[in-house]
Nanobody, 124 residues
Framework: QVQLVESGGGLVQAGGSLRLSCAAS????????MGWFRQAPGKEREFVAA????????SYVDSVKGRFTISRDNAKNTVYLQMNSLKPEDTAVYYC?????????????????WGRGTQVTVSS
């Protein structure tokens, strides 16, 4: 099993920045990739970004390209999501997920482990 704990959410004004962290523990050697998803009230969970546990490959949803950056620190078993130029439409609960297979999956069903989420609220 892998346990994931997100942190770093909060309230920020439009145009501001936040950095989310996701700390993984347990059988982290089984992880091939990590992803960030978000879910706004009344909406489906949406893919945001993904990164392979090794190498440099990343993937982003179009709406965050150029504003968000996913990165990882393997020594700390932690993945980050740096969010700049935040917009009110970025408001959501952000979830971290771990994938044992492909490493850059954009479908939520492809992920095996999930954190509990952290709230991000962007005020206009």
């Amino acid at each position: 099993q892998v346990q994931l704990v997100e942190s770093g959410g909060g309230l920020v004004q439009a145009g501001g920045s936040l950095r989310l962290s996701c700390a993984a523990s347990g059988r982290t050697f089984s992880i091939n990739g990590m992803g960030w998803f978000r879910q706004a009230p009344g909406k489906e969970r949406e893919f945001v970004a993904a990164i392979r546990w090794s190498g440099r490959s990343t993937s982003y949803v179009d709406s965050v390209k150029g504003r968000f950056t996913i990165s990882r620190d393997n020594a700390k078993n932690t993945v980050y999501l740096q969010m700049n130029s935040l917009k009110p439409e970025d408001t959501a609960v952000y979830y971290c997920a771990a994938d044992r297979d492909s490493g850059l999956a954009i479908q939520a069903l492809r992920y095996d482990y999930w954190g509990r989420g952290t709230q991000v609220t962007v005020s206009s």
